[in-house]
């Protein structure tokens, strides 16, 4: 079984900066992707970000350049480093994986807020 448990969510003035942590259980992390996704109010859920287990990365385009994805193997952690937030960053931010056999995970959510 797995479960993922994120943090660091928080209000944050336009052009600030927040590092959201996601905390993994069970075995073998380092061998699978993990994944950020955020969900706005009213809005679908939409993939942010992607490290697979060789460490290669993805973000999407409208955060590429401003949102980095990281992860620590050892502490069975993925972080989320975002810069230069936006008010449109607004939502509920999710850590993801999806393993055989076990299926899908998602953590609860953290909500960042991104308001003057």
């Known amino acids: 079984q797995v479960q993922l448990v994120e943090s660091g969510g928080d209000l944050v003035q336009p052009g600030g900066s927040l590092r959201l942590s996601c905390a993994a259980s069970g075995s073998g992390f380092s061998s699978y992707n993990m994944d950020w996704y955020r969900q706005p109010s009213g809005k679908q859920r939409e993939l942010v970000a992607r490290?697979?287990?060789?460490?290669?990365?993805y973000v999407s385009d409208n955060v590429k350049g401003r949102f980095t994805i990281s992860r620590d193997n050892g502490k069975k952690m993925v972080y989320l480093q975002m810069n230069s937030l936006k008010p449109e960053d607004s939502a509920v931010y999710y850590c993801?994986?999806?393993?055989?056999?076990?299926?899908?995970?998602w953590g609860q959510g953290t909500q960042v807020t991104v308001s003057s």
């Open positions: 993801y994986t999806n393993r055989p056999i076990i299926g899908p995970t």
């Open positions: 490290i697979w287990s060789d460490g290669s990365t």
